[in-house]
């Protein structure tokens, strides 16, 4: 994303009030795409100003509940459902979406620390850090379920318990995501078990998010 882009995706989120969701929730990654199509500068504008207005409505809607791009590019949105075909029919409303501008991603999401929270019309902008876990291409799911786990206690014993926001995995054994305050080198998650044993892999962003989309006081 380009610097308005980022700026118009920090402010163009929601307009609801904050309450917490009982899900189900399904994580949307917009991974950059290496291959997207060189367009000229006015058609890339076009595109994402109707990406941030099909984010403004689903997010009116009640399909999204939660946003936020990542530092570098590419980003997450958190659905209200657990279907992908679902998920996909709101999806291809989006035009930055049917214009390949991402690699997608869709992933039912089961919380486990933090939930996904909808937010306050005056709702402030935060950073935290972005850690995920997914699975190594020689890994078997039940590995990687039980490495998923094994979270719980990598967690008490290695991070301060208030700098975990939020943690959760995803369904069918495709690992696992923790949100921490503040920064985190990747090295700490390096050490972890199931990464040095390559049934996992783990990659640490920087993610722009409106404070409380994950309950987070």
Same mark, same amino acid.
């Given at each position: 994303m380009?610097? *308005?882009?980022?700026?118009s995706?920090?402010?163009v989120?929601?307009?609801?009030s904050?309450?917490?969701?009982?899900?189900?929730f399904?994580?949307v990654?917009?991974?950059?795409?290496?291959?997207?199509?060189?367009? $000229?500068?006015?058609?890339v504008?076009t *595109?994402m100003?109707?990406? =941030?207005?099909n984010?403004?409505?689903l997010a009116?809607?009640?399909?999204?509940l939660?946003?936020?791009?990542f530092?570098?590019?590419?980003?997450i949105?958190?659905?209200s459902?657990? !279907?992908?075909?679902?998920a996909?029919a709101?999806?291809?409303?989006?035009?930055?979406? /049917?214009a390949?501008?991402?690699?997608?991603?869709?992933?039912?999401? *089961?919380?486990?620390?933090?939930?996904i929270? +909808?937010?306050?019309?005056?709702?402030? =902008?935060?950073?935290? !850090?972005?850690?995920?876990y997914? $699975?190594?291409?020689?890994?078997r799911?039940?590995?990687?379920?039980?490495?998923?786990r094994?979270h719980?206690?990598?967690?008490?014993? +290695?991070l301060?318990k208030?700098?975990?926001?939020?943690e959760?995995?995803f369904?069918?054994?495709?690992?696992?995501?923790l949100v921490?305050?503040?920064?985190?080198?990747e090295?700490?998650?390096?050490?972890e078990?199931?990464?040095?044993n390559?049934?996992?892999?783990?990659l640490?962003?920087?993610?722009? *998010?409106? /404070?409380?989309?994950?309950?987070?006081?």
């Amino acid at each position: 994303m380009n610097r *308005i882009t980022k700026l118009s995706f920090l402010f163009v989120l929601f307009s609801l009030s904050a309450w917490a969701q009982s899900g189900p929730f399904l994580f949307v990654f917009l991974n950059s795409n290496p291959n997207k199509a060189e367009l $000229p500068k006015e058609q890339v504008d076009t *595109i994402m100003a109707g990406h =941030m207005a099909n984010i403004t409505r689903l997010a009116e809607e009640g399909k999204l509940l939660a946003a936020g791009p990542f530092h570098g590019g590419g980003g997450i949105f958190v659905l209200s459902t657990d !279907s992908r075909d679902s998920a996909w029919a709101w999806l291809n409303t989006d035009p930055g979406i /049917r214009a390949n501008r991402w690699i997608i991603e869709l992933l039912p999401y *089961i919380p486990r620390i933090g939930s996904i929270c +909808t937010v306050a019309e005056d709702f402030e =902008m935060t950073s935290y !850090s972005f850690v995920r876990y997914s $699975p190594t291409q020689s890994s078997r799911k039940a590995s990687v379920v039980q490495a998923s786990r094994q979270h719980f206690e990598y967690i008490n014993s +290695t991070l301060p318990k208030d700098s975990v926001v939020a943690e959760g995995i995803f369904s069918e054994g495709n690992g696992s995501i923790l949100v921490l305050r503040g920064e985190w080198d990747e090295s700490v998650f390096l050490k972890e078990p199931a990464v040095q044993n390559e049934v996992l892999n783990v990659l640490v962003k920087k993610i722009w *998010i409106a /404070r409380g989309s994950f309950c987070e006081r």
